[in-house]
Nanobody
Framework: QAQLVESGGGLAQFGGSLRLSCAAP????????MGWYRQALGKQRELVAV???????NYTDSVKGRFSISGDHAKKTVDLQMNSLKPEDTAIYYC?????????????????WGEGTLVSVSC
């Protein structure tokens, strides 16, 4: 059962922009890193961008310079600004949060996911 709620997906044209948002309403766990993954048709899920609790960011090479992740660890919200979109960015995008060890041991596990939001980029 997904505990994260994503919004902002949809259809964009080549070179356009979309902004994805994610929140964890009604949850109590604390988190370490949070980020975004994506899974294209017929491909494995891959990390797109991650934001550590220290504020460090990391991006997969294919989105560097085009995507930007931001968020608030205390509020458990994370956004992904996607610019200069390409057809190869088409995928289902999943929000991910990593509970701290204390919360992980209390039933939340090491990974909390959203249900995914579709991003489709046309030529």
């Amino acid at each position: 059962q997904a505990q994260l709620v994503e919004s902002g997906g949809g259809l964009a044209q080549f070179g356009g922009s979309l902004r994805l948002s994610c929140a964890a309403p009604g949850t109590v766990f604390k988190i370490n890193a949070m980020g975004w993954y994506r899974q294209a048709l017929g491909k494995q899920r891959e990390l797109v961008a991650v934001l550590s609790s220290e504020g460090h960011t990391n991006y997969t090479d294919s989105v560097k310079g085009r995507f930007s992740i931001s968020g608030d660890h205390a509020k458990k919200t994370v956004d992904l600004q996607m610019n200069s979109l390409k057809p190869e960015d088409t995928a289902i995008y999943y929000c991910h949060m990593e509970p701290t060890a204390w919360w992980s041991r209390r039933g939340y596990g090491k990974n909390v996911w959203g249900e995914g939001t579709l991003v489709s980029v046309s030529c």
